[in-house]
């Protein structure tokens, strides 16, 4: 038996010991880095501009749209450069056989902070290359630790701020499990203290300055003991230093099911989450706010931060001739999000506002992802108008 499988458990072992080599150096990263950048000490803001794919292009022009209007001045001073970044499409990702070409990253490292519009992520039997998601190479990349993502539904009293893990977790070596025989595949799931600590201070930070009350710990640590059990304690470590704020925890499953409990889902505020786990409840959270199309998304680290939509490049929208369809407003959250990281938020909460405004007020235009409801562009038009 040993001798049968001895060489595919070499094989596996030494691919094992890379990627465990892999996780250290990024640990001792970590723990080299220096702490944010504070851009309004910055003389200069480059925010680089990616389309992506399918209905990207669409959604990314509107924000963009929306962003000359509100950075009119600085633009035209030179504060702030509107920087357009190509070939983050699917076609030349493909075609350099990388989640991110060479010279596209380069790019994007001569930026500060990045708009980025919807990719395609490969699967395999897809017709492209099975490469690594855009979005987790570009989080790795940029050491973009936090995926912030907002919910809000003012009628019904929900007011959410989800902090996923956005580097470690399911994610942090998802392209690189084992087929270790033709029976026995492997996938790996890390869990640091240097991750989990600085994703866990942002969140309690967030809801100190914030005034938010309550902060839930959403793992599956009864099962997941290893690395959700990490998770778990790093986590109520991390709380003890915020007295003030309860600090609840939760398994997976029943809080998704308690998302549905009108009578309890109120209760919640900020929540942090490994990165698998708030991946898949913030599609959910985003449903009750009008759906995915409705919720932007903000990946922040130290030295970078890239703002994108919460969900896909929509191929069945762009197949069925519906793409001018496609909602703006979850690139327009992302912008909102993307300005107050910069220091302009007099001009994200004009925009934060408008949207409100048109989102759950006024409601004059109404998005339906197809020829029943506004266009892309009508419905910027009409944020616009509100600013
Ligand atoms: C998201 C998306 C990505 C993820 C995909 C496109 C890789 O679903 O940003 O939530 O899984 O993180
Ligand atoms: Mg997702």
Known sequence: MADRYQDAIEKAKQRFEEILRGQLERVERIKSQSGAVDYTKL????????????IGPIITAAARKVLEELLAGDIRAGRIELRDIEGLTIE????????????????????HVILKGPTTTPRAGDPWPNIESA??????ALD????????????KGIDWTFFRENTE?????????????????VDFTVTTTQGTERIARLAFEYARRNGKKRVSIVTKANVIKTTDGKFLNICEEIAKEYPEIVTDEWYIDIMTAKLVDEKRRTDFQVFILPNLYGDII?????????????????NIGDRYA????????????????????ADPCSMLRATVMMLSHIGKQAESDRLARALDYCMFEDKALVITGRDTGATCEQFTEYVMKNL
Do not use: W
């Open 169 to 185: 977790g399911s994610y942090a070596v998802g392209s690189q499990g084992i087929h270790v025989t033709d029976d026995l595949a």
């Open 135 to 140: 979005n987790v190479a570009m989080r790795k």
């Open 144 to 155: 973009l630790y936090a995926n912030v993502r907002p919910v809000r539904v003012p009628d």
């Open 282 to 298: 913030t599609d959910e959270a985003a449903e009750f706010q009008g759906g995915v199309g409705t919720a932007g998304s903000a």
């Open 92 to 111: 030349n990702r493909a075609a350099h056989g990388k989640a991110i070409p060479d010279d596209v990253m380069d790019e994007l490292y001569k930026c």
């Open 43 to 54: 003389d200069k803001i480059v925010i680089g501009i990616c389309g992506g794919d399918g």
């Open 306 to 325: 890239m703002f994108e939509a919460i969900h896909g490049s929509a191929p069945r929208m762009v197949a069925e001739g519906r793409a001018k369809y």
